[in-house]
């Protein structure tokens, strides 16, 4: 899949109309000189030409050179990379400890009050546009309250607390669609496996409430760990939006940066790394799906 | 069936203690903080100062890399590291700057005039592809008279040479390329500047952090021990951090939040603009593609622009209507040739009558998608409209910057409407659009004898009654031939914390901050 990606990639930046030899060398720039940009860097070669030296040498220079800074992609690539994935794992974590709880009690208390009330929530949750949600979150809790700084993330360095407040509200703009369609997921997974017949004979032969609740609980993850497993990958995409409107310095943010200055080697890398992330996220929620579902390891 | 009773009250205010908790550690450290922070726009792309094109990012390599002369908040020309302005010689090509003689170095190696040599003769090296070298290409030679006398002989006499030298340049230690290598002038100038700030660290896209120069030459106009420039793309998230005191001062507000908070004091906000010389929004019309290759209806187009009701409701006073390239407060605005283009449908009518394409017309207005300072896209709705009045149709094409920018470079445009920013000189758009063998003459396709006639005697005098008549010449020419259309001049506007002393608007549009002072800083 990341052959395909990064070809398919490869392809679309190169059809772009403005060189990268304009922004590079200036306004200014000669014909004489964008050509000679693009021959050094093999801008002039054929596109498979071009696509084949690039795979060449992922294994012995790594991503090589943003045209722009003349850095290197793979430290630009550590100092964000890390920022993002952070975000999406408080995310993850926040949706989880929505979803999950919130999934339950709708669940169990089906039909009345609760149940309406988490219903009614998680439809608003999933229907707000993430982009809004995010500015009237900054509005409300940096603005007004002052309880969180508005824009970026604050280094640990200055304090576990500060740096988690600062995760807050970027985190939760993205987490409550997640927590909104989760928490439905959950809802329904549990009121059926309630449904079941071993659920009523476990009731019924006197096991703890507890124990009933904890089969129920299991039985009920598949479906969830699977859509929550796809949900980690598609947090990085959400990321482009929400990292812009708080300012993160993360990978979108260096992504789109990348595309208005037409850093095609800064573009691949980026795209690329998303790519690896949702693939490997979506093999992790398979691998637990196999650990919590037996039926599965033999399939 | 299991029930779980729910307490609302216990359980919104758990979240709320939950949050407010994570927060309070950060308003305590805000108010800590001892440190100028401002938010601009864009991501530097270098520090390197003869690469740096973007004029709000300017900002990072003016507190560290200095020129021989600068441009102070009126708009006038000052000594900087000169110890006055140069003795020009009597043909004008001669410019002799005598150099202070108590600058150092951050890294502590003395300035001298080998220094200003030694940058602008790597500038000029066409191997080293310095961004705006083309601007430069008059000088003839730089010469060192003695340690602290340095001359510039120019090819032919060229007035804005010494506005250029105010912004498209920076003096660096001779020998420093060859010392430190051109990476660490595009990624980490630290000490390699005479300016008041000294590079600390810098983080793509987030933060550029300087401390004070301690043995900057002018010893007190340094209110700050740390300056965080950070960089905000996002217009909303600038307004957020300033709102909530995350920031001190904003570069390139959104107009409308510019309007509602300068007057909002009472949120400890204020703001004020002052015009930006030498910047001016126009549509360049391209005069060899139709429509626009006809006079009569380049003329009908611009007097069919009610430039005063794009001015003031659209750009909330922000932008100078002005018919012609000055703005009607500048000593060189000609109104006469300027009220022969205001605003009137019936005299665009006739104009548009005598066209050949009187039976009407169609054309495509280019203009970004993406508002940098200000944003054009209502004014290319307000101008469609316009003009459907008189029964031309206008295709609007919004592209993204570096797309535009090609289009128009390469002259494929039958119009675009763009806010161009330049240095305070007169003439630098003017040259720019309308001489030969300039990187956007081919957006006008337009030229004319005269024009360029009169634009070489324009750089043979630099005073305003010498300057004056040319100057209004070359508007009557270019208001008689319209080969653009020009709405006006735009002002330089920013919003700041009122507990931020003496900072004002900027006329050349990046921020000036070595005398601003954060009153809550300690």
Redesign the interface.
Known sequence: MLIVVSAVLFALTRL???SPA??V?????TAE?IQAFEHDRGLDRSLPAQYSAWVAQLPRSGFGQSY????SIDL?LL??LPVTVELVVVTFLLTLAGAIPLGL?AA???D?W?DHLIRMLSLMAVSVPGFWLA?IL??V???K????????I?PLA??W??H???L?LPALSIALYYIGALSRLMRAAVIEV?GQDYVRTAHSLGLS?GLV?RYVVKNALPPFVSVAGMSFGYMFGWAIIIE????I?GLS??L??AI???DYPMIQATVLVVTAMFIVSNLVADLIQRLINPRLRHA | MASVSLNRRVFLQGGAVTIGGLGGSFAARAADERSLVVAIPSNPSTFDPINQGNHDAMVVNQLIFENLIEIDGEGRRRPMLAKAMPTISADRTEYVFELRDDVTFQNGQPFTAEDVKYSYDYMLDPTHKALRRSVWTNIESVDVLDRYKVRFKLKTPFRPFLDYMTKYMGIFPAGSREKYGNEVFQQKPEGLGTGPGIFVSARSNDVVEFRRNPNYWRKDSIAWDRLRVRIVSEEAARIAALLSKSVHIIGAPPVRDYVRLRQARAQGITGGSRPALGSLMLMIHNTRKPPFDDPNFRKAVSLATDRKTIAEKIFNGLVEPSAVPAPASAWWYNAKAAEGLAFNLDQAKAYLAKSRYASGAEFELLYSSQGYLLDVGDAALFIQASLARLGIKVKLQPLETGQLIEQVFAGNQASVLMAVIGPSDPTFIIQGIYTPNQVMTRSSGYSSERLNTLLADSFRVDDEPSLGPILADMQAILAEDSPSTWIGAIHSFNLWRTNVQGFEPNTGITLRLTDVAPTDAR
Do not use: Y
Request: proline content about 8%.
């Open positions: 772009t109309p403005l304009r922004i060398l200036g306004a200014d720039a000189q722009i800074t003349g850095r630009e100092e964000s009690i169990l208390t089906e009345r609760p500015l900054v509005r809790f940096a603005v309250l002052g309880w969180v700084p508005p824009i970026g604050t200055e304090g607390h500060a988690l407040a600062s807050v309630l409430r609740a812009l409107v708080f300012n310095p943010r260096a789109l940066t208005t200055q037409r």
